[in-house]
């Protein structure tokens, strides 16, 4: 069964820093990309970033470059996310994601709240 468990959420002042931790199961997980995306307040889904299998090359988006940096394990399976300099504007549920065997997978997703 294909598990996705985020986790390293919490409340931090503007400014500040957090590393979010995505630990993935029930599937080959350096076999597969991994992204980060988040959902603010009554708006859609985000992508952040990606990173490539094995590799591990990376790409981020507008929200997320200069700020965020992503990385894997490809041993413990496990995606994080390491966020600086963070704003209210990133107060959202954040989730990893990946599609695996034809199917969108995520997690149930780690909340950040930044107070500013």
């Known amino acids: 069964q294909v598990q996705l468990v985020e986790s390293g959420g919490g409340l931090v002042q503007s400014g500040g820093s957090l590393t979010l931790s995505c630990t993935a199961s029930?599937?080959?997980?350096?076999?597969?990309?991994m992204n980060w995306v988040r959902q603010a307040p009554g708006k859609g889904l985000e992508w952040l970033a990606t990173i490539e299998k094995n590799s591990g090359g990376t790409t981020y988006g507008a929200a997320a470059a200069g700020r965020f940096t992503v990385s894997r394990d490809n041993v413990r399976n496990i995606v994080t996310l390491r966020m600086t300099n963070l704003k209210p504007a990133d107060t959202a549920i954040y989730y990893c994601?990946?599609?695996?065997?034809?199917?969108?997978?995520r997690g149930q997703g780690t909340q950040v709240t930044v107070s500013s």
């Open positions: 029930g599937f080959n997980f350096a076999d597969y990309p």
């Open positions: 994601r990946a599609l695996v065997k034809g199917t969108l997978r």
